[in-house]
């Protein structure tokens, strides 16, 4: 460890790169606007229990990956390791019952004690939305479909698989949790310890193991579909005929359970196979219970997440910057200066050449991709003008100071 290192699985995020984060989150927020989201910003940290009572006792993120603390008042607290748990709490301390259905999108850090991989951080960034107070299947058809249309918008979606399960309803669940202990118990020997310990406390999570072991015991594990109630088969079919409709190929993954206790119904996850072991970009599901057992009025929900480090991996090329404008004082410095203000304040992005004699200015204003040079100074300025080259063709005029932004417009 050393002071002067960023903890590990902490990442500063250079100009580059936080202008792909950028149009990642940006991208996501358009569009979630055109669905009728608007933005919610809750706390990076919460009271721990906000996270523990909901994100299960047995769950990965609870067990082994949160930041936890005591503060100065001796309060337990968490910094966030997702989005879910601290608008459900935002919902029920504001009391914005009253204003259901609620659709709202976030953005922000999320912070989990992970091995840092490509992909996997301890502080990473998620873009994510919660659709809550609508219990019909459009929900679900609807925010998969937000999904799908925000990697259409990033241009990634040719490198993204949309898989799709249903975890029925509570009676649908029990009847399965039965089946799948039984069958479990009868393959202990071949459990990881972690698998037996959840085995015991929620047997679901075994399907979730990343222990290759217990994944090969899991291969053949009952299905969830063989024990869908009625409600809850009508609930996924509709669901997966809405998507059908609407053109959005998912593949049904009898496997896929959520890593969090609050699911239901749907969940679903966007995976790819372009970034390795972190395939999965964006997941979430159906959370009905979740207000209700926090101790908020029932109110069913669905949502989900995006991580926006894997997003940004994915997408083809960096955003460009505009091109500048250098401005480059000969002589007098100040009249260059009052030029710049002049010019940034009508809309230009303007590099001041700062210092060497007019051909190291002119090789910084390559340097920055400058499509145009402000030269200011010597007999032009005398005669209240400035000499103007395209860096691009290489050619020079006089323009009169008056008429300068007019001339300039043909360069944005
Ligand atoms: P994984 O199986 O990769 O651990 P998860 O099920 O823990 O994912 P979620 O809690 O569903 O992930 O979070 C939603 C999304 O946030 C993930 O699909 C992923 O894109 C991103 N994400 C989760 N954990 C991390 C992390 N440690 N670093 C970077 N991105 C992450
Ligand atoms: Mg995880």
Not at 65 to 84: C, K, N, V
Not at 112 to 136: A, C, M, N, Y
Not at 160 to 178: C, K, M
């Amino acid at each position: 460890m050393s002071a002067l290192q960023p903890v590990r699985g902490t990442h500063d995020l250079l100009p580059e790169e936080t202008r792909r984060h950028r149009r990642v989150e940006e991208v996501a927020f358009e569009i979630a606007r055109r669905y009728g989201f608007g933005e919610i910003a809750t706390p990076i940290f919460e009271f721990t229990e906000v996270f523990s009572r909901t994100l299960g006792e047995t769950s990965d993120v609870v067990t082994k990956e949160m930041y936890t603390f005591a503060d100065r008042s001796g309060d337990s607290i968490t910094l966030r390791p997702e989005g879910t748990a601290g608008v459900a709490r935002a919902f029920i301390s504001g009391g914005l019952s009253q204003h259901l259905p609620l659709k709202l999108f976030y953005r922000g850090p999320m912070f989990r004690h992970e091995r840092p991989q490509k992909g996997r951080l301890r502080q990473f960034h998620q873009v994510g939305l919660e659709l809550l107070g609508i219990d019909s299947p459009q929900a679900d058809i609807e925010v998969i479909a937000l999904g799908a249309h925000i990697l259409d918008a990033l241009g990634v979606r040719d490198k993204v698989t949309i898989e799709i399960n249903t975890l029925g309803d509570g009676e649908s669940r029990a009847a399965y949790r039965g089946a799948l202990v039984a069958y479990l118990s009868g393959h202990k020997h071949r459990l990881s310890q972690e698998s037996l310990e959840r085995l015991e406390r929620n047997p679901l999570r075994v399907l979730d193991s990343k222990d290759e072991g217990d994944r090969a015991v899991v291969t053949d594990a009952p299905l969830f579909s063989d024990y869908l109630n009625e409600t809850s088969r009508g609930f996924f079919d509709r669901v997966l005929g809405g998507l059908e409709a609407l053109g959005l190929a998912a593949t049904v993954n009898p496997r896929l359970v959520r890593g969090l206790d609050y699911y239901c119904h749907t969940a679903f996850e966007f995976t790819t196979t372009a970034l390795g072991a972190q395939g999965t970009v964006l997941a979430g599901g159906r959370y009905d219970g979740l207000i209700g057992q926090m101790g908020g009025p029932s109110t069913p929900g669905i949502g989900w997440a995006a991580g926006v480090e894997r997003l940004s991996m994915l997408l083809d090329a960096t955003p460009p910057t505009e091109r500048p404008l250098a401005v480059i004082p000969l002589g007098d410095e100040d009249a260059a200066l009052r030029l710049c203000e002049r010019l940034r304040r009508a809309g230009f992005t303007v590099e001041l050449g700062y210092s060497g004699n007019l051909k190291k200015r002119l090789a910084r204003a390559n340097k920055v991709n400058a499509r145009a040079a402000v030269l200011v100074g010597g007999d032009e300025l005398a005669r209240q003008a400035v000499a103007l080259r395209d860096l691009d063709s290489g050619e020079q005029e006089e323009v009169p100071l008056r008429s300068l932004e007019e001339r300039l417009a043909r360069f944005r």
